[in-house]
């Protein structure tokens, strides 16, 4: 039966690293994109991302929550019966982009002295301000070849990747803090207490069912709450009967 998994932030924090993973997603498989002639797109989740990116500190954050993780890992190791091969492996990987991000510059700083990104970044904040006769210098490198595009996307997207390791092993550490576990909303409606370790409701339910689910809350207590899906209207009717679902407090 196919699934899948809604993920709702109970503070900025994680909101912003969900957002950032998100946008890298949308970034991947340059040769897809080009193949696909997605350019633009990517264009588009690129400079959304360096927004959010030079908007807030992620830096500070990350460290934070990396120091956390690599202290709980040692502590892991001193348990009967564990992986320690395992966990050495996760342990060094954590610790190796500690120091990395502490010897990086401000992520992102770099790219602003690319001189093509800098012509064209402007004019996508102007609603079609991508015409051929807005940005002509843009639509000359996308007739460019396939792999020269594809060694471009590849070039502006490399200064980043740490920042996107970094996400992904933070957003590891937190979605691991809690396994999946059988709940039932009655009447389509769930309250939960979050205590201040709470960061990420995880909630796992049956695709393509007639409903989804909504959270509302924050970091103390939130409802899980189903409602009817329906495109025709902006009615959002809730749910009578009973859901069973997986959900997880991480």
Known sequence: ????????????????YLRVEHLFSALEQPEKICKQHNEIQFFRDYFTLLELIERIDLKTELLRDLNQYHTILDTWLTYPNVDIARIQIQRDIVLSII???KDAKRIGQELKS?????????????????CSFDLPKLHYWLSLNAQVKQINLTQWVEPLLLL???????????????????????????QGIA???????????????????TLSGNKYRYAVRFLEFTQHDNHNASIDESIEFLMASC
């Open 1 to 16: 039966m196919p699934l899948v998994v809604y993920e709702f932030p109970l503070n900025e924090k994680v909101r912003n």
């Open 99 to 101: 120091n990395k991000l």
């Open 114 to 130: 690319d001189r093509f990104l800098t012509a064209i970044r402007q004019r996508f904040t102007i609603p079609g301000a991508t």
């Open 164 to 190: 996107k390791d970094s996400i992904a092993t933070t957003l590891q550490f937190i979605r691991s803090r809690s396994e999946l576990l059988p709940v039932t909303a009655k009447n389509g409606f769930y």
């Open 195 to 213: 205590d201040n370790k709470v960061e990420l409701i995880r909630v796992q339910a049956t695709k393509n069912m007639p409903y989804y689910p």
